[in-house]
């Protein structure tokens, strides 16, 4: 788990990062929390309520949501303030900080994969609207597992991002 204490975050001055920081941290306490229920489960149930809880932690993490919109911003400043990329044409930068914006936070992106999973193997799998047959999801150990590492994976990379371009500016 990337770590980020209330002194780092009070350090930062840019309010975008810090604020995006903080959501993150939140959501990386959810993880943690799923993670340690990960460790006593023993039970089909206990498996897929380890994945609710991981459905609950990245949900809102995309693009069109006040929390994704707020991570998405810090994310571009971030991303143009690293120079992730060399600009050979202009406009490049530009082009490729989009693009990475939509892999990350977008409609077809790895959060919104990870929340489609969770939703998938959940508790309330059983409970959605669409027209697809109902079931009962009976996750194992190695289910729950991938789904918490997946979100742990993806929320310590935006932290880490993060928290390079807060400690060069």
Known sequence: MELVDNELLNRITD?????ALRILVDKQ???QEALSKLYRARTTSEYRD??????????????GTSVGDKITSALEKAFK????????????????????KEVLLGEKSFTNTIFRYALGLGVHAAEIKK???????RPYRHDAEFAVLQAMLFLNYL?????YYASRT
């Not at 309010?15 to 604020?19: G, H, I, T």
């Not at 380890?50 to 693009?63: D, F, K, M, Q, S």
């Not at 932290?159 to 928290?163: D, G, N, W, Y």
């Open 29 to 31: 306490r959810m993880l």
């Open 15 to 19: 309010a975008d990062v810090r604020e």
């Open 81 to 100: 303030g690293l120079g992730i990329a060399y600009e050979i044409e202009v406009d490049a930068l530009e082009e490729l900080v989009n693009e990475l």
């Open 131 to 137: 027209p697809k047959k109902l079931y009962e999801p």
């Open 159 to 163: 932290i880490r991002v993060l928290k």
């Open 50 to 63: 380890v994945i609710g809880e991981v459905r609950r932690a990245i949900e809102g993490i995309v693009l």
